[in-house]
């Protein structure tokens, strides 16, 4: 019987990998708790009147996030786990914005997350074939402001007061007080605020 030659050795071992991808990356507990919020999500959530901040923030809270005062989330923005996220004071997250935390995100105060903006902290990891997740944690720091559209990557960390234009994407840290745009982002220019503290009207 002819040994089977190494490409075929190979497909083997490829097939093997991918049947062990199947394995759920998730506890029972998890998944019970991300199907809990699903719901909860696609419908208190979702249809709470638009400016019922409060009581978002009350299911958020009731999941698990931490978050902060006057923190304004719109009832069309989609959290994937509230245990993994926090938010800071005087922050608000836009209509339609999507915060895909499989890994940790943490948003410092007073940040705009505008409408649409997508910040992924999920990935896999393409050096073997059955691409286990990976969960790099985003952390945006205070004062910076994600404009629409635009796309933060895994493990990528917005400095204070950065601005990511609007369809921006980020693939790597965006330094502080610094103006962003492109795909994939570069600098295009420096920040600076007026005197005050910009959450004395929030």
Not at 73 to 92: F, H, K, M, N, Q
Not at 106 to 133: E, F, K, M, N
Request: hydrophobic residues 40%; aromatic residues 10%; neutral net charge.
């Amino acid at each position: 019987m002819p040994e089977p030659d190494h490409h075929e050795a190979q497909e083997h071992a490829l097939d093997d990998a991918i049947a062990r991808a199947k394995v759920s990356p998730w506890t029972l507990r998890q998944k019970i708790g991300r199907a809990l919020w699903m719901v909860v999500q696609g419908t208190l959530f979702r249809y709470s009147w638009h400016n019922w901040y409060a009581f978002r923030r009350a299911l958020l809270r009731l999941f698990g996030a931490r978050i902060g005062r006057s923190v304004s989330v719109r009832p069309t923005a989609r959290i994937e786990i509230p245990w993994l996220l926090e938010i800071g004071d005087y922050c608000s997250v836009g209509d339609f914005a999507r915060v895909y935390n499989l890994g940790p995100i943490t948003i410092g105060r007073r940040v705009s997350v505008s409408q649409y903006a997508h910040l992924c902290a999920g990935s896999h990891d393409h050096t073997r074939a059955d691409l286990p997740l990976t969960r790099p944690p985003i952390a945006v720091h205070d004062n910076a402001w994600l404009a629409a559209e635009c796309f933060v990557g895994p493990g990528v960390t917005v400095g204070e007061g950065a601005i990511l234009g609007a369809r921006g994407c980020a693939f790597k840290d965006l330094a502080p007080w610094t103006i962003y745009g492109g795909n994939p982002a570069r600098a295009i220019g420096h920040r600076s605020l007026q005197d005050g503290d910009p959450g004395d009207d929030a």
